[in-house]
């Protein structure tokens, strides 16, 4: 057999080859900074994903219409471009909200931030796979790094634990997404998912019992990672293990990856399987919900609650998923920069509330806050609002996009049980309010703040009530987003 | 030459011995060992329908699993590592702080 390898476009391979640079730089840098000043190390990496981000920028208008390279394995769009400047902020505000943190848990590490931008790697690799085997080699790059990070107070006895839990779940799933790719590569003769939806259109298979056990391998490999039931059980352990910016991390970037990795396998891949995949998203979702809201009612731990939270939230993403169709896609993409504001800023504020031997994730460390600390309490009701959904938060406009698409596509049962859940949304968010606002301080120990705390927590603050008041400049990047998407698909 | 069929069988029969060990037993690191049980069948049927088909791409993703794999060895054992210096213990059930 005579293999001949063309030489790829590389240019369109830039902000991953930064990417790489800058990680593998970063472990480098770290061998000559003396130990107590860490710090730099993550100044050196905020800069570097700010590069990042604007080199992917500016691809923005280039890429009206998608290119692909590495024989047509890497694809680059503007749905891919808009999920790559998610992962990017979501990296940059983690990073911001690391650097206090690590000092008081004593580990101050450079690997911290190299590992998170091989993490952030993964995840941009992860949305431009046209192919299974890349989208694959993304998830793993992705989730190999985090599995170290949520484990990364190695001392601390919760976070190994929550470390190992996300492991060992990790990889079991992720073999049976392996065998999901193998189905598929069975029944089609391929992995691309241009010549995937191709042999199925060409020779019927649309319901062909192999392709559609494939789709179920496929849908649990990326629910877990999208913390969808019945896959939603490690997320309050991890979450609350986990060192709560890596928490926050976890809660928005491999919940986004997964999210475009599932829309562009079900859309661009098995589009065919639709009658399938809806009925099994369906089910799914509604479970997803309704667990994910109905667990948080009754948590003590914030950390736990914003687990149950993301769940939730998860469910309501996969209604614009089901929806297939442009508001869809364009909801998907407006509520996950919606949902990167509120739900690092809410993580911020547990990590602002660590205090001497206290984590700062109890719902009594809430206490009294309006007192003590009223701006602080302030920014927590506008994160609280944005979660709950209610105007005028950017959380609000992301959930009407969401519902509305799936009303659009006939979704009625399902959007009313979504808002049924907003309500019971409301109840545990606001138990945090309460404890604001209605209940007097304990005398506690110093707050920790930390300036780039403060910065992050002001930039998503903002934000979340800028993009509610004026969502237009987002909602019409999301609208070129879902654009450019739903065409290729016809 | 053996049939496209044996082989699938065959890997799926791995592939179920894998799952339920990972599913049930206690030891971590036998959950591991069975993990691996379980890529190593996805790898067998890979390369079973790469020859049927007579083109590479099941070789590649073979090959991909298999560095995958010891990467998720390394970083799997280094966790178990560290959990056991905490808790002196590899027993799943008995790692349980966190829960509900």
């Known amino acids: ?490 | 030459m053996i049939p496209l069929s044996h082989i699938i069988i065959f890997s799926l029969i791995i592939f179920t011995i894998g799952m339920v060990g990972a599913l049930s037993r206690r030891n971590v690191f036998i959950v591991l060992m069975s993990i691996e049980l379980m890529l190593n069948a996805v790898n067998i049927a890979l390369i079973g329908v790469s020859s049927a088909m007579g083109n590479l791409i099941g070789q590649v993703l073979a090959i991909f699993i298999i560095t995958v794999a010891a990467g998720e060895a390394a970083v799997g054992l280094a966790i178990v590592v560290a959990l056991y210096r905490n808790r002196l213990t590899v027993n799943v059930d008995a790692i349980n702080l966190l829960k509900w």
């Open chain 1, 1 to 490: 057999m005579n293999v001949t390898v063309p030489m790829p476009n590389l240019s369109l391979v830039v902000p991953e080859i930064l990417m790489v640079i800058l990680a593998c730089g970063l472990l480098l840098v770290d061998l000559f900074i003396p130990k107590d000043r860490k710090r730099v190390v993550g100044y050196i990496a905020l800069a570097g994903v700010v590069v990042v981000g604007v080199v992917t920028a500016a691809f923005w208008g280039k890429m009206a219409q998608p290119a692909t390279t590495f024989s047509g394995t890497f694809v680059l769009d503007r749905f891919a471009l808009f999920f790559k400047e998610v992962f990017l902020f979501t990296t940059g505000i983690t990073i911001l909200i690391s650097l206090k943190y690590l000092e008081i848990e004593k580990v101050s590490l450079g690997e911290y931030y190299a590992l998170m931008l091989f993490c952030t790697l993964g995840m941009m690799i992860m949305v431009s796979g046209a192919d299974l085997i890349v989208i694959y080699l993304g998830i793993e790059t992705m989730a190999l790094s985090v599995y170290v990070l949520a484990g990364f107070m190695k001392f601390d006895h919760k976070c190994t634990e929550a470390a190992l839990k996300y492991f060992l779940l990790g990889v079991f799933i992720s073999g049976i997404l392996l065998y999901g790719i193998t189905l598929i590569y069975a029944a089609t003769g391929s992995t691309q998912l241009a010549q995937v939806a191709a042999v199925i259109k060409e020779k019927g298979l649309a319901k062909n019992p192999l392709l559609v056990l494939a789709m179920f391998m496929l849908a649990a490999g990326l629910g877990l990672e999208i913390a969808m039931a019945p896959f939603h059980f490690w997320a309050p352990d991890v979450y609350e293990g986990a060192p709560t910016p890596i928490t926050a991390f976890i809660s928005v970037a491999p919940k986004a990856a997964a999210f475009a990795a599932l829309v562009r396998i079900f859309y661009h891949g098995i589009q065919l399987l639709e009658p399938q995949w809806q009925i099994l998203l369906w089910i799914i979702c509604a479970v997803t919900m309704t667990i994910g809201n109905v667990t948080a009612l009754m948590q003590q731990n914030v950390k736990r609650m914003l687990a149950y939270s993301s769940v939730a939230h998860a469910g309501y993403i996969l209604l614009g998923v089901l929806a297939a169709n442009q508001v869809g896609v364009q909801g998907i993409a407006f509520y996950f920069f919606a949902y990167a504001f509120m739900n690092m800023g809410a993580f911020g504020l547990v990590i602002y509330l660590r205090r001497e031997n206290i984590v700062g994730d109890d719902i009594d460390d809430f206490k009294g806050l309006a007192q003590t600390h009223p701006l602080l309490a302030v920014i927590m009701v506008v994160f609280l609002l944005s979660l709950a959904g209610i105007p005028p938060t950017a959380g609000f406009v992301g959930k009407f996009l969401l519902f509305a698409a799936a009303i659009k596509a006939g979704f009625y049962w399902l959007v009313a049980l979504a808002a049924l859940n907003s309500v019971v949304a409301l109840f545990y968010y606001f138990r945090i309010a309460k404890a604001m606002y209605m209940q007097s301080p304990e005398p506690l120990p110093q707050l920790s703040p930390g300036r780039g705390l403060v910065l992050a927590l002001v930039v998503v603050g903002v934000f979340t009530l800028f993009f509610g008041i004026y969502p237009q400049p987002l909602m019409s990047l999301a609208k070129d987003t879902a654009h450019t998407f739903m065409m290729f698909l016809s």
